[in-house]
């Protein structure tokens, strides 16, 4: 059973950074890729970014130059450094992992691709 846990939500102040980590269990981790989605109140589910399974990313807009997506292969685990939060950060960060048999050209960046999710953790911005 294939299982993400996000952790590293707080609540921060404007300016401030915070790091999410995903521990991903019951699958080969090298083999997929990975991402991070956001879901600010009131609005849908976006693409933070992403990384492939050569270490390739993407970022969104928003956050290009802020944030910083990696992976550690051996403990499993994805990362989102995240510097220079404002206001608009605020939101629940979902962690998000591809299915081991699906292929990509270049990093994924539409929900459907992604077959397993985890259940987020919660990032509060304040001035």
């Known amino acids: 059973q294939v299982q993400l846990a996000e952790s590293g939500g707080d609540s921060v102040q404007t300016g401030g950074s915070l790091t999410l980590s995903c521990i991903v269990s019951g699958t080969i981790f090298r083999g997929k890729c990975m991402a991070w989605f956001r879901q600010a109140p009131g609005k849908e589910r976006e693409f933070v970014s992403g990384?492939?399974?050569?270490?390739?990313?993407k970022y969104a807009d928003s956050v290009k130059g802020r944030f910083t997506i990696s992976k550690d292969n051996a403990k499993n685990t994805l990362y989102l450094q995240m510097n220079s939060l404002n206001l608009e950060d605020t939101a629940m960060y979902y962690c998000?992992?591809?299915?081991?048999?699906?292929?990509?050209?270049?990093?994924?960046?539409?929900?459907?691709?992604?077959?397993?999710w985890g259940h987020g953790t919660l990032v509060i911005v304040s001035s």
């Open positions: 990384i492939d399974t050569d270490g390739n990313s």
């Open positions: 998000a992992a591809t299915h081991e048999l699906r292929v990509f050209k270049g990093v994924p960046t539409r929900e459907g691709s992604f077959a397993y």
